[in-house]
């Protein structure tokens, strides 16, 4: 059964950087045909699409964030990081970190983190 | 971010039968059978309980039941039951250059 949870700081100051780590355990960052994508929710909203780091550590990032969001994988501790620049108070959310089929199953998410509230303060 | 139209709120009495709507477009949910569903609730992550329009995963009830007609996907609950108040998502690979786009979210309360 796959596993994945988030961790990182709860609060970040404004104009300063996030940045999460979601650990893996029961499947491969770096093998298997899936990609570990990051999504948010801000409270009382719906879901945002964040982007994706692939078993080969290829990147995509939501148009909007590309800017200011990178992702990167550490393959010898199983996990997957975001790191998101300039916050502000719209980066309010909950972050999760998901699993994805490749190509077209990158809407299916079958495996998904608890979540992890990010406020951003000022 | 743009996102599929679900209506924002559904209710219904228990045993009946309801269908929640996830609006589209022909970059998305009209060209591509790659509509996924999710039950979320409060304070909890999503779960998945439909793929690729109607595909359920193991372990989810075969009361939940997905379908697609054009640019409008549907998921149907049948015989709802208290355990199934909560948010529903839908989510559509789409061609517009994000790859994924989710819907609105539709509130489901049993009454």
Redesign the interface.
């Known amino acids: 059964q796959v596993r994945l949870q988030e961790s990182g700081p709860g609060l970040v100051k404004s104009s300063e950087t996030l940045s999460l780590t979601c650990s893996v355990s029961g499947a491969s960052v770096s093998t298997g045909s899936y990609y570990w994508i990051w999504i948010r929710q801000p409270p009382g909203k719906?879901?945002?699409?964040i982007g994706?780091i692939s078993d080969s550590g290829a990147t995509?990032y939501?148009?909007?964030l590309k800017s200011r969001v990178a992702m990167s994988a550490d393959r010898s501790k199983n996990q997957f990081s975001l790191r998101l620049t300039s916050v502000t108070a719209a980066d309010t959310a909950v972050y999760?970190c998901a699993r994805?089929g490749v190509g077209?199953?990158?809407?299916?998410?079958?495996s998904?983190?608890?979540?992890t509230l990010v406020t951003v303060s000022s | 971010q743009s996102a599929l139209t679900q209506p924002a709120s559904v209710s219904g009495s228990p045993g009946q039968t309801i269908t929640i709507s996830c609006t589209g477009s022909s970059r998305d949910v009209g060209v591509y059978n790659y509509v996924s569903w999710y039950q979320q609730f409060p304070g909890k992550a999503p779960k998945l309980i439909i793929y690729e329009v109607s595909n359920r995963p193991s372990g989810i009830s075969n009361r939940f039941s997905g379908s697609k007609s054009g640019n409008t996907a549907s998921l149907t609950i049948s015989g709802i039951q208290a355990e199934d108040e909560a948010d529903y998502y839908c989510s559509s690979y789409t061609n517009s250059g994000t790859f994924v786009v989710f819907g609105t979210g539709t509130k489901v309360t049993v009454l």
């Open positions: 719906g879901l945002e699409w994706y995509n939501y148009p909007s999760y994805a077209m199953r990158l809407s299916v998410l079958d998904w983190g608890q979540g």
